[in-house]
T-cell receptor, first 116, second 116 residues
Framework: SAVISQKPSRDICQRGTSLTIQCQVD?????MFWYRQQPGQSLTLIAT?????????ESGFVIDKFPISRPNLTFSTLTVSNMSPEDSSIYLC?????????????FGPGTRLTVL | AQTVTQSQPEMSVQEAETVTLSCTYD???????LFWYKQPPSRQMILVIR??????QNATENRFSVNFQKAAKSFSLKISDSQLGDAAMYFC?????????????FGKGTHLIIQP
C-alpha cells in the first residue's frame, strides 16, 4: 500500500482564518479523497480529487469553504477557509492507486484541527 | 444513497475471547465492496478486511473474519483470540463497485474494549 503523509499533524487556529492541509503520497495515485471526522463521530467524505480536473464535492460541502488542489499524481491540498469552531475536526486524506473497482482506500495519519 | 449502520456503540471482550461486531447496510446496487477499518487512539485508519459483494466466500485475515449475508445486507466482523492491541474504534464502510473513483460511506463506529 502507498505511504501517505499529512502536514500539519495538528494545529490550533483562530476563527476567521484559513488553514491549508497537505497530503503527500510516496507513489503516483489516481484518486485522492478528503474526509472529515468531527469529534466522536465517523468519517464523512468531503470531496474527491482527480489529477488535472476539478474536485468533486459531496452534498453539504462547497468549494468556497474547502478548496482543493491536485497539481500532480502524488500531492493534494485541502484548505479550510474562514474557519469557525464547528470546523474543529480531524481531516484525513485517502488514496486509491488504480482505476479498477477492486482498489482499496488507504488513509493518511490525519490532521487534527482545533478552531478557537 | 447508501447507508451503513453499526448498532453497537461499544463492545467489551475479555482478552483471548472472541467478539463479533455488527454492521448492516442499505443499497440498491448489486456491485459493491465492504470494508472494516480500525482506528486506534493514534487516529490512523487501518484496513482490517475487505469483502467483494460478488464473492460468496467470506473474507478472512488471520484472526479476523467476516460473516457476509448479502440478502440480509449484513456484514459482521469476528475477532478471534482478542488481543490488547485490538482495542480501537472499528468502522464498517461501503463503496460502490462502479470504480476506484468512489468514496467510502462509513458507519458510526463501534468502540471495542479489551479486558485483560
Amino acid at each position: 500500500s502507498a505511504v501517505i503523509s499529512q502536514k500539519p499533524s495538528r494545529d490550533i487556529c483562530q476563527r476567521g482564518t484559513s488553514l491549508t492541509i497537505q497530503c503527500q503520497v510516496d507513489s503516483q495515485v489516481t484518486m485522492m479523497f478528503w474526509y472529515r471526522q468531527q469529534p466522536g463521530q465517523s468519517l464523512t467524505l468531503i470531496a474527491t480529487a482527480n489529477q488535472g480536473s476539478e474536485a468533486t464535492y459531496e452534498s453539504g460541502f462547497v468549494i468556497d469553504k474547502f478548496p482543493i488542489s491536485r497539481p500532480n499524481l502524488t500531492f493534494s491540498t485541502l484548505t479550510v477557509s474562514n474557519m469557525s469552531p464547528e470546523d474543529s475536526s480531524i481531516y484525513l486524506c485517502s488514496v486509491t492507486s488504480g482505476s479498477t473497482s477492486t482498489d482499496t482506500q488507504y488513509f493518511g495519519p490525519g490532521t487534527r484541527l482545533t478552531v478557537l | 444513497a447508501q447507508t451503513v449502520t453499526q448498532s453497537q456503540p461499544e463492545m467489551s471482550v475479555q482478552e483471548a475471547e472472541t467478539v463479533t461486531l455488527s454492521c448492516t447496510y442499505d443499497t440498491s446496487e448489486s456491485d459493491y465492496y465492504l470494508f472494516w477499518y480500525k482506528q486506534p487512539p493514534s487516529r490512523q485508519m487501518i484496513l482490517v478486511i475487505r469483502q467483494e459483494a460478488y464473492k460468496q466466500q467470506n473474507a478472512t485475515e488471520n484472526r479476523f473474519s467476516v460473516n457476509f449475508q448479502k440478502a440480509a445486507k449484513s456484514f459482521s466482523l469476528k475477532i478471534s483470540d482478542s488481543q490488547l492491541g485490538d482495542a480501537a474504534m472499528y468502522f464498517c464502510a461501503y463503496r460502490s463497485g462502479g470504480g476506484g473513483a468512489d468514496g467510502l460511506t462509513f458507519g458510526k463506529g463501534t468502540h471495542l474494549i479489551i479486558q485483560p
